[in-house]
């Protein structure tokens, strides 16, 4: 799996607006200011939403349970997010598998919308997650703080075993560092 460039993250966006799959481009706007993986993004509840930040509470991982900050970006998408909704969930209206998993179906139309564009089958809406690291990465944001945010297990020994994680103001300021 590869990151896609910010500029074609951009164009995804774009192009879920002007098919005029408001859900779709909801979880796009959603990933690209957050990290979360889809299927967080996608079982995310209104009352997971707590202001200016929101609690993962059923990550695939222990570490992945975490609070992320709202990017100013996404604060008008989310408080409508949030005043819309129509089932308890931030976006509303997706149905569960078999599995409960509720991030199939808009997953299936993330990846025929990104073949339309002309994008091969390795970038999936995973490598947004990857596109936000790289950013991240790239304006010098230290590792540990990124694995917060994203939720990332930390291996060693001083911040893995001993530090209780970042506050939310500092993984705001890294966040405040995502640029598209």
Not at 20 to 38: E, K, N, P, S, V
Not at 114 to 136: C, E, M
Request: net charge positive; charged share 25%.
């Amino acid at each position: 799996r590869q990151p896609f460039e910010p500029g074609e993250v951009v164009k995804l966006l774009d192009a879920a607006m002007a098919r005029g799959d408001d859900q779709l481009a909801d979880l796009i706007r959603l990933g690209m200011w957050t990290g979360c993986r889809i299927e967080e993004l996608c079982a995310l509840k209104v009352e997971q939403v707590k202001g200016d930040y929101f609690a993962v509470e059923d990550a695939k991982t222990k570490a992945g349970w975490r609070d992320v900050p709202i990017h100013s970006e996404l604060r008008q998408a989310m408080a409508r997010l949030v005043d819309q909704s129509k089932d308890g969930c931030v976006l509303s209206g997706l149905t569960v598998n078999k599995y409960g998993d509720r991030s199939n179906g808009i997953g299936k139309r993330f990846g025929r919308l990104k073949a339309s564009l002309g994008f091969g089958p390795h970038p999936v809406f995973h490598s947004i997650r990857k596109t936000v690291v790289t950013i991240l990465e790239n304006a010098s944001v230290p590792e540990n703080i990124v694995a917060d945010i994203v939720g990332h297990e930390k291996t060693t020994m001083t911040y893995g075993l001993y530090s209780g994680g970042v506050s939310l103001a500092v993984k705001r300021d890294a966040l405040d560092k995502l640029a598209y």
